[in-house]
């Protein structure tokens, strides 16, 4: 699910129900685990996943992170993140990660080759006739 942090705190809003938050996330993880299904959670702001949801994840590969509320997420989430592993998220440059999680005694620090042929992912060029 890319960019989960949208999809898991909306709120729906209806005349026929009161507001009320999408936590059914919180149980598909769950059911993933048991079935030995893998759910992967895309976000650029771990803060605003359910931590319910968080903490069904054994498995995090952090990218560079600034904001102390989302560091402060990664440590309550996964067991293996310690403060000194956490110093080096503000730092982490492109391509660059952290793997963490229940399968690894220790974090492991990644660098990821640029690939060999390039995605077209440029903004397109717009003029007008």
Do not use: W
């Amino acid at each position: 699910m890319d960019e989960a942090h949208q999809f898991l705190n909306k709120e729906v809003k209806d005349e026929y129900f009161q507001s009320m938050s999408l936590d059914s996330f919180d149980s598909i993880a769950k059911e993933c685990r048991k079935y030995g299904l893998f759910l992967c959670l895309a976000t650029q702001m771990p803060r605003d996943i359910p931590l319910g949801t968080l903490s069904q994840m054994g498995t995090f590969l952090v990218h560079r992170l600034i904001n102390y509320k989302d560091k402060e997420t990664i440590e309550s989430a996964c067991s293996s993140a310690n403060k000194s592993t956490l110093a080096y998220l503000p730092i982490l440059g492109a391509g660059e990660a952290i793997l963490m999680g229940v399968d690894f005694p220790m974090p492991v620090m990644l660098k990821v080759d640029l690939p060999q042929i390039e995605p077209n992912s440029h903004t397109p060029q717009f003029s007008i006739k």
